[in-house]
């Protein structure tokens, strides 16, 4: 996947809803911060919260992704 702003805008709504299923489970956040860090991954990377996604389902974010989020993360504190 690319980062084609032709994007089906409910693929990319079911991408977005996996992916934070995926970061909800793995670092017990809920849906609000589980969106935050899909953007604040999306602002570190300059790719569509889509692409984010479907990274992140893929098992393939790269470093840059979550540089600077691991504290939020960690539960210091959610802020966009």
Do not use: Y
């Not at 079911?14 to 909800?24: T, V």
């Not at 935050?36 to 990377?45: E, H, I, K, P």
């Not at 540089?67 to 210091?76: D, H, K, M, P, S």
């Amino acid at each position: 996947m690319t980062s084609n702003t032709d994007w089906n805008p409910f693929v990319a709504r079911d991408l977005i809803e996996e992916a934070k299923g995926i970061l909800m489970e793995r670092f017990d956040l809920d849906a609000a911060g589980a969106l935050a860090v899909l953007r604040r991954m999306s602002q570190n990377t300059r790719n569509q919260v889509c692409v984010v996604a479907a990274q992140v389902i893929n098992h393939c974010v790269p470093v840059d992704a979550v540089r600077g989020i691991e504290e939020e993360v960690l539960g210091r504190g959610l802020t966009t």
